[in-house]
C-alpha cells in the first residue's frame, strides 16, 4: 500500500507549483500567499505567532517577509509593548491581491476536486483535517520531551 504521506505530499508539490504559475504575475512565489493571507487576516501579527500559526521555523519567516517587505506586501514594525517583538502589517499592495489568491486557491481546490461527488469531498475533508489533527498532537508532544 502506498504512504498517505507520499501522496499528500506530492499534492502539496503540485499545489505549489500552481500557486507558482499563478501568483507569478503578482511578484510572488508560490508560498507567499500563506504569509499574505494570514496577515491580512491578523494585522499586526508577531513574527513569532506567524511561525506557529503557518508551522515554518523563524529563521524561514523572517526570509519570506524580508522579501514581502521588500516588495512592498508588508510593514514590519516593533511592538509597542516589546521592541524586541516586531508586527507585521499587510499594505494596499497586500490588501489588493488578497483577493485575486484566494481566487487562484479556490480555483485549485474546485479544479481538484471537480470528480468527487460533495458527499467524498466533505468526508476526505474531515479526514484530512483529523490528520492534521492529529499531527499537531503528536508534534505538540514530542516537543513537551525536549
Known amino acids: 500500500m502506498e504512504s498517505t504521506m507520499r501522496y499528500i505530499n506530492r499534492i502539496a ?6 500557486r507558482e504559475k499563478e501568483l507569478k504575475k503578482y511578484g510572488l512565489g ?6 499574505i493571507l494570514n496577515i491580512c487576516r491578523q494585522p499586526g ?7 506557529k500559526t503557518i508551522f515554518v521555523n523563524k ?3 523572517a526570509r519570506q517577509l524580508a522579501f514581502l517587505e521588500k516588495e512592498g506586501f508588508i510593514i514590519r ?11 507585521i502589517y499587510p499594505t494596499d499592495k497586500a490588501k489588493a491581491v488578497e483577493p485575486e ?8 481546490n474546485d479544479q481538484l476536486l471537480a470528480e468527487l461527488p460533495e458527499k467524498e469531498r466533505d ?3 474531515q479526514e484530512l483535517a483529523a490528520l492534521m489533527e492529529r499531527g499537531q498532537r503528536l508534534l505538540a508532544e ?3 520531551e525536549l
Open 101 to 108: 489568491i484566494r481566487k487562484i486557491l479556490s480555483r485549485w
Open 77 to 87: 514594525k516593533a511592538a509597542v509593548s516589546d521592541a524586541r517583538k516586531l508586527e
Open 59 to 61: 529563521s524561514n519567516v
Open 123 to 125: 468526508r476526505l475533508l
Open 45 to 51: 501579527i508577531t513574527q513569532d505567532r506567524l511561525a
Open 142 to 144: 514530542d516537543q513537551k
Open 30 to 35: 508560490g508560498i507567499h500567499h500563506t504569509y
Open 13 to 18: 508539490r503540485l499545489s505549489q507549483l500552481y
